[in-house]
């Protein structure tokens, strides 16, 4: 039986320092990292979810779309947290915070303290221990309301103590905590603030549940190993330490967004202020999941996409409450209202390429119905019958740009670029050939690619004759997808300055009229930092692609919650903005991974991975390996090293590829 006192042991002996040296932690000290720990953190587990400050405290308040406190599925349970050891708050004694898988560790003055939510409950665990004896009391604000877009919030609160709990019950939730100490244990009850004060005790452990469910001794470890469940699948070997440990976390990232509820499962986009199911979002997440072997949950998210779509159009969001469904008009573009649920057209054309994505990598054979069904609201947005969709504000069909999607309608050169790729693939899988891509294609180039004397430039969109040269990240999808060197020429003229800087991509070029450093007007997303990745790539700008692939470990080993890449960052001031947990922030660092340096291809077409392959790795590298890897039904050990020379004896498969020998050892079934 694992212990508490094991993991404490274990994160005592940690310092600031081991970022750089231990794969299974991250480490935020008061002392050296000059943070007083009110920068946010999370622990999530199932539809349960944790957010409070590294100290450990919550500050009170009522926020329905950012989900700080304790939440089960849509439902808020704790709103506000505060723990005294002889009269000194938390904050004030606050010395170290350490993110395991599954757990957070604090160290305060006087005591220690482990948190985790047990697996398959909904149940948050919070273990205190010190080593003499100490008067604890702990403060916390029970809430119940429902998440966005509902926001109900609980009526007619009532309590019931006994010697084992306290329930608090409401019309929404009910939240029951119980508790066990070697001291004098108090309860004090003032409206929705529950205050336990335990005297001269060593330890105090406080179990809060959702669910009514029961905590467990072997709660903690059962938890472990669900969260490091994704250390045995895709593990990268590479000579830079911080590439291996940040694609062990993004792959954790993923499972730890995976979210399973009533309305169905998938993956929450981030947290706190996105934690509900997207298209787009999740559609990128879902192609990292394929790629290192959690295609089960990208299945997952998929098909609950496609659950709610309608007539073959992928929603944009799908919330929590209200059975997943939002009524009405519930969001304003300047003075437009709209609806959300169906906001975007991109969300389809991605759902496809993920659909072939996921058969490709698996060998799970791909549902056509469904596909098809997505295929033709594709067509029917192409009004004119060129070939080319478009766009139109006024039916919801944007793309990502939502703040300017007043001025997109017509022809994107995002949007255009997705559907083209989801032509070839449902073409080629289908057996139809290329004549259709291809004259598409050619259209779509004569449209976007324009020449002029500095070079080829690309503009963003075009209505009835009219064009839209606005320079930003959206121009760069094309080359993700297509090669030669219109594309290469195309991505000289974006990888500049004006676009591309040491933290990554900004959404518009600071040089463009159009540019105002906002949202979707300038702020840099490291979504589009994978785009790039995946362009240079594909089009073998290989140095510039690794430069970009180093922006990720940057942000990540630079963040104030260490391991997390943010949602977006300030286009010139280069500091973390948007929300500290960003789904797609991770997914696209697994991508450029895996398409990127290791090349594979995004739809795999052959059984043998290493068929699939064309991997560029920096010069001074000379081996890079990928250990259990799954693969269609079957686990591989891929080393790529360069040079001819065979030297392993466990390998079943040697090849070569221009400098680079791949060894594929024996597979084994899963």
């Given amino acids: 039986m694992l212990k508490t006192e094991s993991i404490m042991d274990i994160c005592r002996t940690l310092k600031i320092g081991d970022n750089e040296r231990d794969m299974d932690h991250w480490i935020v000290e008061r002392d050296t990292s000059r943070s007083e720990?009110?920068?946010?953190?999370v622990i999530k587990n199932g539809p349960v979810?944790?957010?409070?400050?590294?100290?450990?405290?919550?500050?009170?308040?009522?926020?329905?779309?950012?989900?700080v406190g304790l939440w089960n599925f849509d439902t808020q349970h704790i709103s506000g947290l505060d723990i005294k050891v002889n009269g000194k708050s938390e904050k004030e004694t606050f010395l170290k915070y350490v993110r395991g898988f599954a757990y957070i560790y604090r160290q305060y003055e006087d005591f220690e303290r482990l948190d985790f939510i047990a697996s398959k409950k909904a149940i948050l665990e919070m273990k205190l221990r010190s080593e003499k004896l100490v008067n604890f009391e702990i403060n916390i604000q029970i809430l119940h309301e429902t998440a966005w877009p509902q926001s109900?919030?609980?009526?007619?609160?009532?309590?019931?103590?006994?010697?084992?709990?306290?329930?608090?019950?409401?019309?929404?939730a009910s939240t029951t905590i119980n508790y066990k100490s070697n001291g004098n244990t108090k309860i004090a009850i003032d409206n929705q603030k529950i205050t336990i004060s335990s005297d001269s005790t060593s330890f105090l452990d406080i179990?809060?549940?959702?669910?009514?469910?029961?905590?467990?001794?072997?709660d903690l470890e059962n938890s472990i190993k669900y969260n490091e469940k994704t250390n045995t699948i895709s593990n990268l070997v590479t000579p830079s330490f911080r590439i291996n440990k940040l694609f062990r976390w993004a792959k954790h990232d993923l499972l730890e967004l995976f979210t399973s509820t009533p309305i169905g499962n998938g993956f929450y986009a981030g947290i706190p202020q996105f934690s509900w199911f997207f298209g787009r979002d999740g559609e990128w997440m879902s192609m990292a999941a394929i790629e290192c072997g959690l295609g089960d949950l990208a299945q997952n998210h998929l098909d609950m996409l496609y659950s709610f779509s309608k007539g073959g159009r992928i929603p944009h969001e799908i919330p929590l409450s209200n059975g997943g469904h939002i009524k009405g008009d519930n969001y304003k573009i300047g003075d437009s209202p709209v609806s959300t649920q169906f906001m975007s057209i991109d969300s389809s054309p991605?759902?496809?390429?993920?659909?072939?994505?996921?058969?490709?990598?698996t060998g799970k054979k791909s549902d056509e119905k469904t596909i098809s069904d997505v295929m033709n609201f594709c067509k029917s947005c192409d009004r004119d019958q060129d070939g080319l969709i478009e766009n139109r504000f006024s039916e919801g069909l944007i793309g990502w740009p939502e703040s300017w999607a007043q001025k997109r309608d017509g022809i994107c050169v995002d949007v255009n670029a997705w559907w083209l790729e989801a032509i070839r693939v449902f073409d080629q899988m289908n057996g139809e050939g290329n004549r259709r891509f291809e004259s598409i294609l050619k259209l779509y180039k004569d449209l976007f690619y324009r020449f002029t004397e500095n070079g080829i430039t690309i503009i963003d969109s075009a209505n009835d004759g009219k064009t839209r040269d606005i320079k930003g990240a959206m121009q760069i999808v094309p080359a993700m997808y297509f090669s030669g060197s219109l594309f290469s020429e195309g991505l000289k003229w974006l990888y500049q300055p004006d676009l591309v800087t040491e933290w990554g991509v900004r959404s518009v070029s600071n040089r463009d009229r159009f540019y105002d450093g906002g949202y979707h007007?300038?702020?840099?997303?490291?979504?589009?930092?994978?785009?790039m990745v995946l362009a240079l790539y594909n089009n073998s700008m290989y140095t510039e692609g690794f430069d970009m692939i180093e922006?990720?470990?940057?942000?990540?080993?630079s963040s104030l919650d260490p391991g997390r890449i943010n949602e977006t960052y300030n286009p010139e001031f280069l500091y973390a903005e948007g929300q500290f947990f960003q789904g797609w922030s991770s997914s696209l660092f697994i991508q450029s991974i895996m398409e990127g340096l290791l090349g594979f291809e995004r739809v795999p077409t052959d059984d043998?991975?290493?068929?699939?392959?064309?991997?560029?790795?920096?010069?001074?590298?000379?081996?890079?390996?990928?250990?259990n890897f799954p693969f269609r039904n079957k686990v591989f050990n891929i080393t790529v090293r360069k040079g001819n020379r065979k030297e392993a004896s466990d390998i079943s498969k040697y090849m070569q590829k221009n400098e680079w020998q791949i060894n594929l050892s024996k597979e084994n079934a899963i």
């Fill in 207 to 218: 179990y809060v549940s959702c669910d009514d469910s029961l905590p467990e001794e072997n």
């Fill in 521 to 531: 007007t300038g702020t840099i997303w490291p979504l589009m930092t994978g785009w």
């Fill in 608 to 627: 043998d991975p290493s068929e699939m392959m064309n991997p560029h790795l920096p010069e001074s590298w000379d081996e890079v390996k990928l250990l």
């Fill in 152 to 172: 109900n919030f609980g009526k007619d609160y009532r309590v019931k103590v006994n010697e084992r709990y306290i329930r608090i019950s409401s019309s929404i």
């Fill in 37 to 41: 720990g009110f920068y946010s953190s």
């Fill in 350 to 361: 991605l759902w496809i390429i993920c659909m072939y994505m996921l058969s490709g990598w």
């Fill in 49 to 67: 979810h944790f957010v409070c400050g590294q100290n450990g405290s919550i500050e009170s308040w009522i926020s329905p779309r950012r989900r």
């Fill in 551 to 557: 922006t990720f470990t940057r942000l990540a080993f």
